[in-house]
Each structure stands twice: as structure tokens, then as C-alpha cells.
């Protein structure tokens, strides 16, 4: 009777054994394999609200519904920390600590936070000017970390272009920015160098926060203004295109929602396509086990022509009647 049960007790470790063996091989051994019974979780912030970034985070949703990530299939964190940095670092703190299956920062600051915060979980960026310069990726073929996404460089030299289409006279263009972003002082720079070639002279003038907007467009006497692809620029876009008014100059923009706003026009990238695509890269993770790393850094090729024949009529000027056929969107009010 006890070589009875002993046998029965070996039969029943030994099975014990083969499914611990089983469900053991099924996680660990294959950690980048999906569970399709869960819900993928991501976390998603923003620096700001503005049309141009919540058009990001928009379009990454559309593009994840697309591939099936909806409804029980994904459950999303989104946090915004309004421009604050604090609040910012603290945000990607905290998805540092939960357990996410990736991360989306939206826009350069909140790309910078995530990366020194998270370490082992898929990040993917978007609306990042430069993702190098800003020490996201090694390089934007080869990242090298669990940080890579989406660019939106912009073509700068294409849009002051528009300067001269719009304002043959003009030789200055005033450009506000934030000192403490990288992604705007790049842009300077490309502005600075472009401009040579055009007969143009830049002015700028640099701030620290939104409410600075508008007295520092008010500081520069120029021919025009070119607004890049600033958080705190755009988000106190409203200020400076009443200044424009005021000087009776145009506004070039670096994105395609500011020319909706009043800038007078631009060459730019559709930003709730590049939320698209950034769901591409990340559905390859997800689903494909790529991996950051080896992924490299993704841009849109094709950026369109907006412009806005009212805001032109407010400052005095007239879009060529070439512009306005060649333009993607024509806004009139």
C-alpha cells in the first residue's frame, strides 16, 4: 500500500513538473511572444496641448484601431503635463514603474524624459525635429536603445521660400523660439543657414515660456515671421499672429494646423499621418518583436502645401494665384 501511493505521488510530481516545465517555456522562453488574452497596455503623453501634437496622438490611435488594437484589445495612460517639466519627468517616472508594454512620448521634451526614465520598455517617439541632436537614438539608422519613432523634420528651406513667393521685398524674417528646446534651436540653425542662400537675415528672439510669446515677436522689426516647430511657440501662436497683424507682415509656418490657425502658409507635414505611422512601428513591436534598436528612425517623405488666403488679406499680402492651385488645403476665414 505505501509502494502504491509513492508511485502515485512521483506520477503526480512528475506532472506537476512537465506543466510547470510547459507554462515556464511559454513566458520566459519566448518573453517577446504577445498574450493575446491581455490587453496591450501603453502609455501615452504629450509636452502640451496644441492642434499639431493632439493630431499625433490622434492618428496613433487611429493607426493602432486599424490593426486591431481596440476596444479590450488596448487600454491607454494618457497624461499631458501642460509644458511643465517637472511634472513631465515625473509622468515618465511613473510609467517607468507600471507595467507597460510601450511608451509613446509625443514631441522632444517629453522623448527626453521618457529615455533617461525608462530603460526596459519599448519607447517610440513622434514630432521629434532631431532625434540625434536631442540624444534620443546613437543615430537615426541605427538607435541602439529601447528609444526610437518618428521625425517631423521639416523642409525650412522650401518654407521661407514662401517668404519671398508671398513677400518679394522682404529681408527680414523674425523667428521667437524657446531656449530650452533643442528641437527649435536645430531649427534655428537650419533657418539661419537657408536664409543666407535666399537674401534673407533672420532675427530672433528666445523665451522660456508661452506668455513670452507675444512681446518677443512685438521686439522684432522684420519683413515677416517663420514659426518652427516649437511647443511653446504654437500653443501661443495666437499672440504672434496678432502682433503679424499689427506690423502687417506674414507668418510662415513650420506645420500645416498653424496655417488653419491665421499663419499665412507653409510647406508641412500632416501630423495625424505621422501618428499613423508611428502606430506602424509600433504594431511591429507588439505584434513582430522588433526591436527598438534596430529600427531605424522614420520621417514622412511627402509634406504638403497649406495656405490661407484670408490670413494673407489681414496682413496686407496676396498668395500667388500658382500657390493657391498647388495647395493641398485652402483655408478662407
Not at 72 to 101: C, E, H, R, W
Request: proline share 5%.
Amino acid at each position: 500500500m505505501n509502494i502504491s501511493r509513492a508511485s502515485k505521488m512521483t506520477a503526480l510530481f512528475a506532472a506537476t513538473a512537465l506543466l510547470a516545465t510547459a507554462c515556464g517555456s511559454g513566458g520566459s522562453g519566448d518573453a517577446s511572444a504577445p498574450d493575446e488574452a491581455k490587453p496591450v497596455k501603453i502609455g501615452i503623453s504629450q509636452i502640451q496641448s496644441h492642434p499639431s501634437l493632439d493630431a499625433v496622438v490622434d492618428g496613433f490611435k487611429k493607426g493602432m484601431a486599424d490593426a486591431g488594437y481596440s476596444g479590450d484589445k488596448v487600454s491607454y495612460d494618457v497624461q499631458n503635463p501642460q509644458g511643465d517639466q517637472s511634472t513631465n519627468t515625473a509622468i515618465m517616472g511613473q510609467f517607468a514603474q507600471d507595467k507597460l508594454d510601450l511608451v509613446l512620448a509625443v514631441a522632444t521634451p517629453t522623448a527626453q524624459a521618457a529615455a533617461q526614465a525608462i530603460t526596459d520598455t519599448p519607447v517610440l517617439f513622434s514630432a521629434v525635429t532631431d532625434p540625434v541632436a536631442a540624444k534620443l537614438v546613437a543615430s537615426n539608422e541605427a538607435p541602439g536603445g529601447n528609444v526610437t519613432g518618428t521625425s517631423d523634420k521639416n523642409p525650412v528651406k522650401e518654407q521661407l521660400e514662401l517668404v519671398k513667393k508671398v513677400a518679394p521685398d522682404a529681408k527680414t524674417v523674425g523667428i521667437v523660439y524657446s531656449s530650452g528646446e533643442v528641437n527649435s534651436a536645430v531649427q534655428v540653425k537650419w533657418a539661419e543657414e537657408a536664409a543666407a542662400d535666399l537674401g534673407l537675415e533672420i532675427k530672433k528672439s528666445a523665451i522660456s515660456a508661452s506668455s513670452e510669446v507675444q512681446q518677443a515677436a512685438s521686439s522684432l522689426d522684420v519683413d515677416a515671421f517663420y514659426v518652427p516647430t516649437d511647443n511653446n511657440v504654437v500653443t501661443a501662436l495666437a499672440g504672434l499672429l496678432q502682433t503679424a497683424q499689427t506690423k502687417q507682415v506674414p507668418v510662415i509656418a513650420a506645420d500645416g494646423e498653424s496655417v488653419k490657425r491665421g499663419a499665412t502658409a507653409t510647406y508641412g507635414i500632416n501630423y495625424e499621418k505621422l501618428g499613423e505611422q508611428t502606430a506602424e512601428m509600433a504594431v511591429k513591436i507588439l505584434k513582430d518583436g522588433a526591436k527598438p534598436a534596430d529600427m531605424p528612425v522614420e520621417t514622412l517623405t511627402d509634406v504638403d502645401l497649406y495656405v490661407n488666403t484670408a490670413a494673407a488679406k489681414k496682413v496686407g499680402v496676396e498668395i500667388p494665384q500658382d500657390l493657391i492651385d498647388q495647395a493641398a488645403e485652402v483655408y478662407k476665414k
